[in-house]
């Protein structure tokens, strides 16, 4: 038992958050960025979230994103992580084995 707690203690504990932006300047002068994860159109001066949970900004020289969540990493083998983007919400925990049964070779 002692055990199950530390591996769920070590769960919630470790995740660390790695929030990372990027930016992408325009050749030329535009009026409208795309965003390139829904292929949405934006006009200069706009800011919008995409359906992954990006911030994003349009300006005539550049388009920039920022992740809107936390994105967990370095977190045990034991534990998976699961994201809702309709929330940009995750949760981390721990994987378990599921108890089954077998008929065949």
């Given at each position: ?49 995409n359906?992954k ?6 300006s ?9 969540m ?13 994201y ?22």
């Amino acid at each position: 038992m002692r055990s199950v707690v530390l591996g769920l203690l070590l769960c919630i504990v470790l995740p660390l958050v790695n929030a990372a932006c990027f930016q992408e300047d325009h050749k030329t002068p535009v009026t409208f960025c795309q965003d390139s994860t829904d292929k949405t159109w934006h006009p200069v001066g706009s800011t919008w979230r995409n359906s992954k949970c990006m911030d994003c900004s349009c300006s005539a020289d550049s388009k920039s994103c920022c992740d809107a969540m936390a994105r967990p990493t370095d977190y045990p083998d034991m534990c998976t992580v699961e994201y809702d983007f309709t929330t940009c919400t995750y949760e981390v925990f721990q994987k378990v084995p599921c108890a089954h049964s077998a008929v065949g070779k």
